[in-house]
């Protein structure tokens, strides 16, 4: 790179050195301070005339681009102005963000992050990571060499063809990355210039992009089977090659696929599946905090899962996990769960189960103790009424599923029921908060995927816990890459949810949130941090010497968004 951070010999104090002078410096996001270059930094670095005569703080900057911000008229239009100011200014984007990390997070992320992904060919504006398409399959590695960064400490990977609930979105799944990483930064510190969105390019099946005149990525029809597998060995030989230390984080690949290239690579780099296992240790942190309110014991929990895909199975795995580590036998663990899918409950008396719905399919034996609803499938009302639940969850994608019938079924079986829309966007929602609180008479325990307003009901104001996997996965990274961790394991997410549950303090039981607010979510991070780290060396995957000092080894890693001194070094 043209610049790097040092620290200088005799104060400590880190600065900016670089060897760009001039017009390349405004041009640079990770070098440009906008109207806050001071006088020195003016004369030394040639930017007299460039910028205006008047040097400003960073809170006018802030109080500037917010008034900016809030004149946007559409969620969309204020998607388009963070964008473009993270284009030209990553220190001021990620400070204005932080300041309202409330109002903008799902601005940044998700639910806005799937529109913009839809529209990403229409409202592309500059060139952020690495596209690797199928037609480049040979020349993988001289196309990540291309990015700026010499040792990434994070690559956030998509193939586009699951974005959130929204399906195949081709090259436009790129938006899904570039958001996680922002993410990466704004929640646990991991500095904006050492992480690397990337998308795989190997076409799209959804005809709409395909007759865009305007659609940014490869015309064709998505490669599939064994040229596909092919496709992402020859990535995963480049990265390991050209990156070997980097954390790869694999996000809205099809379910399939999901499964697949998780359980192949897992034991060869340092990798996880935000989906699969980010999903399952923040659900597993919200029992946790719920059992607070409850007062019941994990192994005691009765768990209905709206949902068979790949979020569904790495649930269920963890929740198995958390129940042996209480007391049970992985077998009478298993027994707790059900899953359902679009043709109902998923029983071993299906042909040809897909693996990953296998796994935790009830035995055919069981059918007939089902009451009989419908004849042709056993229904999620039916297994409700027969299971006995405490815990419903949904991964389903399918809006509005659980109904006044399901929720109603749910408050009779349960004091307090544990019900989790979990599904993204906004839009597939499996249920309201305000909807399910006032069938549950107000008793129910509700956290969503997506963020929702507090309901008030009798007199009594609900906060909603957000289940977002911001609470986890920028932990889990971070500690990665601060303890040089060379696999990531599954007891890794568990004490991670373990951490994450510890962060819900008595003021949001009260409200019934079993989720901390998101302005705790760099202190969430630190601590799921350092739980990775402890794991880590436990289980002999990183050195024993990452222990010492470590709460204050991850903290002086996390980068938070302030100018630094600038200076002209024409050694680089």
């Known amino acids: 790179m043209a610049w790097h951070v040092k620290r200088d010999p005799k104060t400590g104090e880190r600065y900016i050195a670089t060897n760009r002078r001039g017009r390349p410096l405004l041009l640079n996001p990770f070098t440009n301070k906008g109207t806050a270059f001071s ?18 703080t960073i809170e006018q900057q802030l109080e500037r681009t917010y008034e900016n911000y809030r004149e946007k008229e559409t969620d969309l239009e204020k998607f388009i102005y963070l964008v473009s100011l993270h284009d030209r200014n990553e220190t001021l984007f990620f400070r ?98 050492t992480t690397l969105p990337i998308t795989l390019d190997v076409g799209t099946d959804n005809d709409e992009r395909l007759n865009d005149s305007l659609y940014l990525g490869l015309r064709q029809k998505r490669v ?106 992985r077998d009478e663990a298993r027994a707790r769960i059900w899953t359902t ?56 994608g399918t809006p509005g599923i659980f109904d006044e019938q399901i929720a109603t079924a749910m408050a009779k079986l349960n004091e307090r029921p544990l019900i989790f829309p979990l599904s993204n966007p906004t839009s597939r929602s499996e249920g309201t908060p305000e909807q399910l609180l006032r069938w549950t008479d107000g008793r129910a325990i509700i956290a969503t995927g997506s963020p929702f307003a507090p309901v008030n009901l009798d007199g009594k104001t609900f906060r909603i816990g957000q289940c977002n996997n911001c609470f986890v996965f920028p932990g889990v990274g971070l500690g990665a890459w601060v303890g040089k961790v060379r696999r990531i394991s599954d007891e890794m997410f568990l004490d991670a949810a373990k951490a994450l549950a510890q962060h819900v303090s008595p003021p949001d039981l009260a409200e019934v ?5 998101l ?54």
């Open 519 to 572: 302005v705790h979510i760099r202190e969430i991070s630190h601590s799921v941090a350092c739980a990775v780290i402890r794991r880590a060396v436990q289980q002999e995957l990183a050195e024993e010497s990452m222990l010492e000092n470590l709460e204050d080894r991850v903290t002086d890693a996390m980068w938070f968004p302030e100018y630094l001194p600038i200076h002209y070094d024409s050694t680089l």
């Open 96 to 193: 204005l963000v932080h300041e309202h990390i409330d109002e903008m997070m799902p601005i940044v992320y998700t639910p806005v992050v799937g529109e913009a992904s839809q529209k990403f060919s229409h409202i592309y504006r500059r060139a952020r990571g690495i596209y690797v398409p199928y037609t480049q399959r040979h020349n993988i590695a001289q196309l990540l060499a291309n990015y700026h960064a010499e040792e990434p400490s994070v690559i956030v990977v998509t193939d586009g063809e699951r974005i959130l609930g929204l399906g195949d979105q081709g090259a436009g799944g790129m938006g899904i990355p570039i958001g996680k990483l922002c993410l990466y930064t704004l929640c646990a510190g991991v500095p904006p210039e």
């Open 224 to 329: 599939r089977g064994e040229d596909y597998q092919s496709f992402i060995d020859l990535f995963v030989e480049a990265v390991n090659s050209v990156y070997p230390h980097v954390l790869l984080q694999w996000e809205d690949f099809l379910k399939e696929n999901a499964i697949t290239q998780l359980n192949r690579f897992r034991n060869r780099i340092c990798s996880f599946n935000d989906d699969i296992q980010g999903t399952a240790s923040v659900v597993m942190g919200g029992l946790y905090a719920s059992a607070r309110i409850t007062g019941e014991k994990l192994r005691d929990q009765r768990v209905v899962i709206a949902g068979a895909g790949a979020s569904a199975q790495g649930i269920s795995d963890l929740i198995v996990a958390a129940m042996v580590e209480d007391g049970l036998s």
């Open 341 to 396: 899918d679009s043709r109902g409950l998923v029983t071993t008396a299906r042909e040809n189960l897909p693996a990953f719905k296998a796994s935790y399919a009830r035995p055919a034996d069981e059918i007939p103790t089902y009451r009989a609803i419908n004849s042709e499938q056993i229904t999620l009302e039916e297994v409700i009424l027969s299971a006995k639940p405490t815990v419903l969850l949904g991964v389903s």
């Open 39 to 56: 006088e020195q930094e003016k004369t030394e670095l040639g930017l007299h005339g460039l910028v205006p005569a008047i040097t400003s």
């Open 513 to 517: 949130a079993v989720f901390p607010r």
